[in-house]
C-alpha cells in the first residue's frame, strides 16, 4: 500500500458490525455482513478508493471467523463492489466510468465525466498468426499473420477496460514504429494511408471474468463483464481491425451515439 492512500475508517467499520445479526435461518450470516458492506459502499460510509483492513482484521471487528468473512468480501468482489490488488489488498471501487462509443471513434473517450483521466497501457504487442475469428472477421486467408495489440485502460488508477486488437500483417507492415511515439492506433492509420474509418459492426454480451482477465482488470474470477466485439473498416468498407473488450459489468455505463 502507498501511504498516500486512504483506508478505511475503523470507527465507520465498528458501527457496520455494531448491530446484532438476524436470524441464521432467515439469511446467512455471510450475506448479512455482504449486506452491510454493501450498503456502506453505496452511501460512502465506505468511499470510492479506499483501502478496507485485512481480511483478519475485519472478522475481528465482525466476530465472526475468517472463512465467513472471506465469503462476504468474494461476493462483493464478484458483484464489483470492491477489488483486490495483488500484494496490495482490497479496495473500495471507483464509481462506474462512461464510455461514449461512436461509429469513428474508440470505445472510449479521454475523460470520465468526473474529469478523472483516462490512462492507456500497452500490454502486449506482437505479430502471430490469425486465430479463426480474427481470421474470418477479417476477411484473411487461412494462415494470414496479424499484429495483435492488448492494452489496458485505467480511470482514477482502477482498470476498467482491456483489450485485444488484430490488425492485418500485410495492411499495416509498419506498426510498431508508427505506434511507438504515442501508442495511438490512430497514428498507425494514418502512417499507412487510412484517412477515414468507421465501425462496422459491434456485438455486445455478458461474460465472465475468466483467470487472465480477472488478473488484468484486478477482479476476482468469475466476476460478470460487459464484453464487446467490433470490427472497423476503412473507406471502402474492407476489414482492418477486430477488437475484442471487457469492462467490468459495476464498473461503467456505455453510451452509444
Known sequence: MRESEPTADLDALHGLARSSYGPRGDRAIWLQIHDRILRACETDILPPGVRLPSETRL???????????????????????????????????QRPTRWRVESDSDAAGRRTPDERLLETRTLLLET??????????????????????????????????????CFPASRFPEFASAY???????????????????????????EFAERDVAEALELTLRTPLIAMVSVNGDAQNRPIEFNRGFWPLSSVELVFS
Open 59 to 93: 472478522a475481528e471487528v465482525f466476530q465472526v471467523s475468517r472463512v465467513t468473512m472471506r465469503r462476504a468480501l468474494r461476493k462483493l468482489q464478484q458483484e464489483g463492489q470492491l477489488r483486490s490488488r495483488k500484494g496490495a489488498g482490497v479496495y473500495v471501487r
Open 128 to 165: 502471430v498468426r490469425a486465430e479463426p475469428e480474427a481470421t474470418r472477421e477479417l476477411s484473411l486467408p487461412k494462415g494470414s499473420k496479424v499484429v495483435r495489440l492488448t492494452r489496458i485502460r485505467l480511470a482514477g488508477g482502477t482498470p476498467v477496460y482491456l483489450s485485444t486488437k
Open 180 to 206: 511507438a511515439a504515442r501508442q495511438s492506433v490512430q497514428d498507425v492509420y494514418e502512417a499507412h494511408g487510412v484517412a477515414q474509418w468507421r465501425r462496422a459492426q459491434t456485438r455486445v454480451y455478458g
